[in-house]
């Protein structure tokens, strides 16, 4: 049996958080000490950039309904299964 579609978005999303956490405390120290104030711009940079992907590509999911969120986002219905889990 696979996880719902909920679970699967949770375990991705906590993983890559945790994953760039970790790559980021890693280097962040690393790359201060050879460039001065170069890491905090290309951190800016980037903020920005999820910034405006969040704004422009994530659908705004704060009282909507499961059932019409997996309308939009074309899901089946919880305990469907796709044609590509069925082979």
């Known amino acids: 049996m696979t996880s719902p579609p909920r679970g699967i978005g949770l375990r ?3 993983f890559t958080h945790w994953t760039m956490n970790a790559v980021i405390a890693q280097l962040f ?3 201060a000490a050879r460039s001065g104030g170069f890491p905090f711009a290309v ?11 969040v704004l422009y590509v994530m659908p705004e ?27």
Do not use: H
């Not at 999911?61 to 082979?87: F, W, Y």
């Open 12 to 14: 991705r999303g906590s």
């Open 29 to 31: 120290p690393i790359i």
């Open 43 to 53: 951190f800016a940079v980037l903020m920005a950039g999820q910034l405006l992907w």
């Open 61 to 87: 999911t704060k009282g909507v309904p499961l059932k019409r969120m997996r309308d939009r986002l074309n899901m089946p219905p919880r305990g469907e299964r796709t044609p590509a889990a069925t082979a």
